[in-house]
């Protein structure tokens, strides 16, 4: 089965206090035991470490400490998927068309993505903005 990781599992798996840690580090086992090949938007790169360095917790993570994360995490989990031109361009169209605006555009591309590489289902603790933004979706949305 093709899963396609939201940058909300990756934030969990992440941080050992995070309530969603063990159902996010439990998924991520089974992608790095070959239950399940694990794919992820290479926007999440980015947004995982935007997230990891401006969590309010003490003491921060760090610039490299978000990076260590990002490749046990990310890179040594799953293949990176990235999206074309002509691409964002119809992710654009399909927000306009649906009056989709505002911060659920990040989402949209990691749904695109999904689209794209014609995975199973997205792993995410988000379901809420991926069913608005993709009403009639072609994959699963796992609620982990």
């Known amino acids: 089965m093709k899963v396609l990781v939201d940058t909300s599992v990756f934030v969990a798996a992440s941080l050992n ?7 996010a580090t439990t998924f991520l086992h089974k992608i790095r035991t070959g239950n399940i090949e694990g794919f992820v938007a290479a926007h999440s790169l980015v947004e995982t470490y935007a997230t990891l360095t401006r969590m309010p917790i003490r003491p921060r993570i760090t610039a490299s400490g978000a990076s260590h994360l ?3 995490n990310i890179l040594d989990v799953c293949k990176i998927v990235t999206l074309s031109q002509d691409d964002y361009l119809q992710l654009i169209e399909h927000l306009v068309s649906n009056e ?8 949209a591309i990691i749904g695109f ?3 794209k590489e014609a995975v ?6 988000n379901t809420q903005d991926f069913q608005r933004i993709f009403p009639l979706m072609p994959f699963t949305i796992y609620n982990l």
Do not use: E
């Open 17 to 23: 206090f995070h309530q969603d840690h063990t159902r």
């Open 70 to 72: 990002i490749k046990r």
């Open 100 to 107: 989709l605006v505002g911060g659920v555009s990040y989402d």
């Open 113 to 115: 993505t999904a689209v």
């Open 120 to 125: 199973d289902a997205i792993a995410t603790f």
